[in-house]
């Protein structure tokens, strides 16, 4: 069974910036697509971005210029660094993989770390 843990979500004031970090772990798998989404109150769950194995992206046009993915392959972790961050950033964010395993394809959602930006 494959897993995501997430960290470094936590308060921040407008125009800071913080890394998000997402890490895969189970048996004998391969993660292919990973990415961030995430969910403010009162709202639909929406893309923030993925990144494929090969370090192709894929963002919210609205959030390309100030947040950027990343991914270590050999450590199974994705990052989400985020900068100039307004209030309109709050939100939980969540770490999602596409992976394959024991020849099973399958998805895997993270439990969600929470981004508050306020003064």
């Known amino acids: 069974q494959v897993h995501l843990v997430e960290s470094g979500g936590g308060l921040v004031q407008p125009g800071g910036a913080l890394t998000l970090s997402c890490k895969a772990s189970?048996?004998?798998?391969?993660?292919?697509?990973m990415g961030w989404h995430r969910q403010a109150p009162g709202k639909q769950r929406e893309l923030v971005a993925v990144?494929?194995?090969?370090?192709?992206?894929n963002y919210t046009d609205s959030l390309k210029a100030r947040f950027a993915i990343s991914r270590d392959l050999g450590a199974d972790t994705v990052y989400l660094r985020m900068s100039s961050l307004t209030p309109e950033d709050t939100a939980v964010y969540y770490c999602?993989?596409?992976?394959?395993?024991?020849?099973?394809?399958?998805?895997?959602w993270g439990q969600g770390t929470q981004v508050t930006v306020s003064s």
């Open positions: 999602h993989a596409d992976f394959i395993e024991g020849g099973r394809l399958g998805d895997v």
């Open positions: 189970g048996t004998k798998f391969l993660a292919y697509e």
């Open positions: 990144i494929s194995r090969n370090g192709a992206t």
